[in-house]
């Protein structure tokens, strides 16, 4: 587990006028913990009020769906144990995890009870009645964001969710329907859709350069190979959205359809988001691994922007563990639950 | 396990001028064998050239991608045996089973050797010698249904195929690849399609009668439901179709988009397969759950007979099993292959 103390350049959005929510020194100035449990990596953050990062500590996965319940509730505790070792002395006010693959309140819940009892045994008495609050990892991307204010957060990695919150703190979700009857717009539907139209051609249909990437990128020179890839190796089909953008961007007809199909159907998607309350500040942000892509961005920003006229798309104003450790602050201030909550849900 | 014999009311269709290859008397009145190895049940029917069935029984399931090759090998071999301890005294000349999930030759392979294995140990040394083929069951449905000549046959059930058998014995095929990159106009497709919508209105898109078709089937009446009846109870999504198809009856504007837009992608499919060779003689036949529901089945014969202008829609001409015989028939004339085949790659 990496450890680094005050590394201020790991936050990669510039963070010096909007880390904290306001500029007033508190009259207990204790510390506050944030965590981002992804998929990749967890990260944990903590800070006083007025002070830059103290610590910022990282570990393995922390996604329940991915590693189960135990794993990620270790994971997270683990983090919290050696925060609390490093920072002896001081007064840890609370502590919120933003966690991926914990969007039901039922998982939240689990993991809350699972953190809880782990800590009981490995922290002293004195830290033990430290707040902790499990909650989604979209909603501290959202919080960190916007810092807390309005607008719409869109999210395209492997799957695709977009969150919006409005002038008066309310959460409205659209999309998140995962990969079987969701997921527009996502590198998980690009990818299987390049398969489909790869598929398509073997049987006689439309031509696609998109046979020739595959084919470039790996094994797939046949159907027996498309089956393989598909069903025996279990491929993570979002792997094949780097050939349908690429595809798209040599100007193959069927890998532009494509694109512009998924760009359409998250746009609708963002748009039933921005129709169901008027009171939203008109303003987008992009967030995942697709969005991160330079074409695909322009196009959906693009598409954003032409059917949402007057809104703006910006980068996110901090990285998605501040967003917690905003929400720990918010815990101590009587805003926050400690405990679990419905994340995601409008 | 069922036995009956001499039952021709099983055989669905019309056989009495189509059962045999020829009427003519042949010089050694063997037995041969075919098996139809499907997802719900498997058949056997075992008959000389020119009488009626002697035998027809059914066992379990053989779908080796459901059972596993361990069972699927079990239930072939069961009803093998069978048939030689009742037909005692007859020569069997030959068994042709026809297996659901196995359209690889190595699968296929894999399942001939599990059977023969099974069979040395089972079946008296006399009737050892007897040759086994393993072929794919949409093969034998072929055969069976315009009697080893040319025509398409689509297959629409929980998923989808078409299959030509040209005027030159050569078999093409377009379709099948699976729920994750295929399926286009299947039970699957439309369920997870119908499935989407309901997400959708949940979402603020378009409203849709589907979503009380839905909570009046079953417990969705809230997202939470949804997500729990896909990710959590894995039901299978084509178990929604019919969800979709009385919505389309209903005039529900969404369900219609969806039963139009999966007709038109399999029409595509078959008029992709129709392009492929000319030498097709013009007709269609359609198999498989979805293509039984009236509503769909005119749908896609409409579809079809538009596109394809010339041809006629009309019902195999025999059950599936029959295929298997005719092959199980063809294998002694020197046509078939003892042993496993690509069943149906073109």
Known sequence: MQICCKRKDRNRYDTTSHFFPNNSMPSNARIYVGIDAGGSKTELVAAKMQEEELLNLFGPCGNPARVGFKDSADVITDLIVQAVERLQGESIASVCAGVAGAGRPKDQHLLHEGIRSRLKDRIPTSARDV???????????????????????????????????????????????????????????????????????????????????????????SKEDLFEVVY?????LQRFARIVIQGACDGDPVAERIVRKHIALL??????????????????????????????????????????????CMQPLNRPVIGAWRMANDMTQGEGLAGSEQGTSA
């Open 131 to 221: 707040p902790v609050r499990v909650t989604h990892d979209s909603l501290i991307a959202l919080e960190a964001a916007f810092e807390g204010e309005s607008g719409i957060m869109v999210i395209s990695g492997t799957g695709t969710v977009s969150l919006a919150r409005t002038n008066s703190g309310e959460f409205l979700r659209a999309g998140g329907w995962g990969y079987l009857i969701g997921d527009e717009g996502s590198g998980y539907a690009l990818g299987a859709d390049g398969l489909r139209a790869v598929a398509h051609a073997f049987d006689g249909g439309p031509d696609t350069a998109l046979c020739d990437l595959l084919a470039a990128s790996g094994d797939v020179t």
């Open 232 to 236: 025996k190796k279990k491929t993570p």
């Open 267 to 312: 746009t609708e998607q963002v748009c039933w988001l921005a129709d169901r309350c008027s009171a939203i500040r008109p303003r987008i942000t992009l967030l995942g691994g697709l969005a991160n892509n330079p074409f695909y961005r322009k196009r959906l920003s693009s598409a954003l922007l032409e059917r949402l006229s007057g809104w703006e």
